[in-house]
């Protein structure tokens, strides 16, 4: 059963977060409900319940995460030859030549600045609520968390983004907002991640399971001090979550996808769905899947040749994660790769329970084998990285040197996270992104590195600058 949590009063919680996306528009009237809204525990909850269901925005991991953190890269393709008009926005991903009118860069920065305004709503107003400590605290931190994970993603995607940290109820609130430098976007996300470490629970009761706990907000805050390159900040942050012994490796590698719980010991954190036609299913796995694989949807992004090789022989992840071919509904073979880790057979297109994981503890034990690496490559590395081969039934690494293990773990990040969004972050962090690509016959320049700002935000807002190259 899913986490109550994050389903309940559905009629409450849209209206909410429409209030809340739309405050650069809101009449008088629409701003008194609110001011009147904000009052009670459960008021916070189901506005901490709002700026979780940002999460599933298709800006977010509901469509543009995926665009530009799998297809930018060698793991998957469009899978479309013919580019029409109508894809032209989705070739741009294939092709490295975008255009700031392209709508899915643009839902990225839109959902993201959303679920920013959710939280800021909860933190401008929830310090003068009159509701008990323990609550509280917890809104906070999870408010805060999340606010984090937003700006983790903008500061990586886009570079120096505005830094807005209190609710905007003007309608020019947001009209002259300049790029704030990276650094002070980070010192807000690491600021807000230990405030939440220090806040949310280590765990929660059955009825609030799949709330953000305290090891995710560790998890995070390390990936953050790896992708700043304070390694031996980040091993240290890391190995609280290893040393507190909540988490660990399932025995089965699909078991951490399964549908039946809404968690499990390996994850730290997800998106959750629910399906039952209430507009909380998920529609990931099925434009996944290829068109006749017995499942209600066509496949928009096959795994490419690449990806399909990447995987050494015996490698237990694959067979699950993507499959060779089909049998379409005639019964005529298809030889067409797809992408099935996510995929719940019988569910209806946009309406699957299958969650998508943002944290969990093989990241934790590849990052720490990572981090530790970049300090002095060590023994222990090497344990955390061979402890993810031998759940995937493979040998233990061949890795010798720090330059040997830095590849060892590209690579092993690439099939332990395969379709999961992580591999342009992974190389753009490595600053090996363009030679990887370009190695591989795909047109990428440095400038990639980062996305661009989409037009419509420079034409509302001309203090906004366009990244360089672009």
Known sequence: MKAK????????????????????????????????????????????????????????YGTSLYWMGEVSTDNTDYGVTTRQA???????????????????IYAAWRDHYRGISRANAIL??????????????????EAQFLRALFYFDLVRLFGDVPLVTTEITTPDGASSLTRTPVEEVYKLIIS?????????????????????????AKALLGKVYLTRKDWATAAAKLNEVITSARYQLLPKYADVFGFASPTNAEILFNVQYKSGNTGQGSGFGPVQASEGARITGGSMRYPTADMDAAYETGDLRKSFSMKPSYTDATGQFVNQRYVSKYVQFGALASDSDIDFPVLRYADVLLMYAEALNEVSFNPEAVTSLNQVRKRAGLADTKASDQASFR???????????????QRWFDLVRTGRYAAVMNAKGLKVQDFHNLYLIPQREIDLNKSLSQNPGY
């Open 86 to 104: 109508v894809n032209v926005d989705n070739f741009q991903f294939v092709d490295h030549t975008y255009t700031s009118l392209n709508d899915i």
């Open 5 to 60: 949590h994050l389903f309940i009063t559905l009629v409450s919680l849209f209206s909410l977060a429409s209030c809340n996306d739309q405050f650069l528009s809101l009449t008088p009237e629409t701003d008194r409900n609110t001011v009147n809204f904000y009052k009670t525990a459960a008021d916070f909850n189901n506005a901490v319940v709002g700026t979780y269901n940002a999460l599933k925005l298709s800006g977010v």
């Open 407 to 421: 590849l060892a773990i590209e690579q092993e990040r690439r099939v332990e996270f395969a379709f999961e969004n």
């Open 192 to 216: 807000d991640l230990q405030s939440a470490e220090q806040t949310l629970p280590v765990t929660y009761g059955t009825a609030d399971v799949g709330r953000v706990p305290q090891g995710a």
């Open 124 to 141: 401008t107003r929830i310090e003068g609520a009159t509701i008990a400590d323990n609550l509280k605290n917890q809104y906070k931190g």
